[in-house]
């Protein structure tokens, strides 16, 4: 991808990751400050979509990532130049430390991972032995208005006990994204997810729209496993 296009997805994405509005050409213009001209940038946005990165909702001048795109925007993106923030990280240590027992330490700290992150978390402590907690934050976000895609997601819930096993095989011993695919919980999610505890035989998994803050969301799982 030519450097141009790539800098341009990558404000597709950002920019919509934060509105959850489809982003135009003028958007781009004039919010991001670009030098190119409104038709230079529109034939940029037309080229990527027709390459599969971007798509055009029928009713909106702007436009949103595809998978495609959000897989090429995290194969970019460099994790390693960021931390989770002081607050969270100090949030998320209390929260470990406010129980003796492990499981109850871990269930403490997925309730508090779901404020910070204002997304949904599953801890499985095995694939029988699952706790998850803010699907209420998923279903409010504007990404899920549609009743049939609550069902959609909520099915692939209902249901993961029977997947689980197989993603359990999938998860490193670090952070990394799923998407797509690549995990059960429904093509509509992404995740960040590691392996965890005694002998890594634990799960964390973090969800939440594609259109997750994914820097924040990995930095977060990563400290996890650290405090741990």
């Known amino acids: 991808m030519e450097e141009r296009q790539q800098k341009l997805l990558t404000l597709v994405i950002e920019n919509y990751i934060r509105t959850a509005e489809p982003i135009s050409s003028k958007f781009?213009?004039?919010?991001?400050?670009?030098?190119?001209?409104?038709?230079?940038?529109?034939?940029?946005?037309?080229?990527?979509?027709?390459?599969?990165?971007?798509?055009?909702?029928?009713?909106?001048?702007?436009?949103?990532?595809?998978?495609?795109?959000?897989?090429?925007?995290?194969?970019?993106?460099?994790?390693?130049?960021s931390n989770a923030g002081?607050?969270?990280?100090?949030?998320?240590?209390?929260?470990?430390?406010?129980?003796?027992?492990?499981?109850?330490?871990?269930?403490?700290?997925?309730?508090?991972?779901?404020?910070?992150?204002?997304?949904?978390?599953?801890?499985?402590?095995?694939?029988?032995?699952?706790?998850?907690?803010?699907?209420?934050?998923?279903?409010?976000?504007?990404?899920?208005?549609?009743?049939?895609?609550?069902?959609?997601?909520?099915e692939a819930f209902d249901h993961s006990d029977e997947s689980l096993p197989d993603f359990f095989q999938k998860v490193k011993n670090e952070p990394e994204f799923y998407i797509g695919d690549e995990h059960p919980f429904g093509s509509m999610l992404s995740v960040v997810a590691s392996?965890?505890?005694?002998?890594?035989?634990?799960?964390?998994?973090l969800l939440g729209p594609q259109r997750m803050n994914y820097k924040k969301n990995w930095n977060l799982v990563r400290k996890i496993i650290e405090i741990i």
């Not at 030098?35 to 940038?41: F, H, P, Q």
């Not at 392996?195 to 634990?202: A, L, P, T």
């Open 195 to 205: 392996r965890f505890g005694d002998n890594n035989k634990s799960l964390i998994v």
């Open 28 to 81: 781009l213009v004039e919010k991001a400050g670009l030098d190119w001209s409104e038709a230079t940038v529109r034939n940029e946005l037309r080229a990527l979509e027709e390459e599969g990165y971007l798509s055009h909702p029928h009713t909106s001048a702007g436009r949103v990532p595809t998978t495609k795109g959000y897989e090429y925007y995290l194969r970019q993106l460099n994790l390693g130049s």
């Open 86 to 154: 002081h607050r969270e990280s100090d949030l998320l240590r209390e929260a470990y430390r406010a129980y003796n027992d492990f499981e109850q330490a871990m269930k403490n700290v997925a309730r508090k991972l779901v404020e910070v992150s204002d997304e949904t978390v599953l801890i499985a402590f095995s694939p029988e032995k699952v706790y998850y907690t803010g699907l209420a934050n998923l279903f409010e976000k504007p990404d899920f208005e549609e009743i049939k895609q609550i069902t959609t997601v909520s």
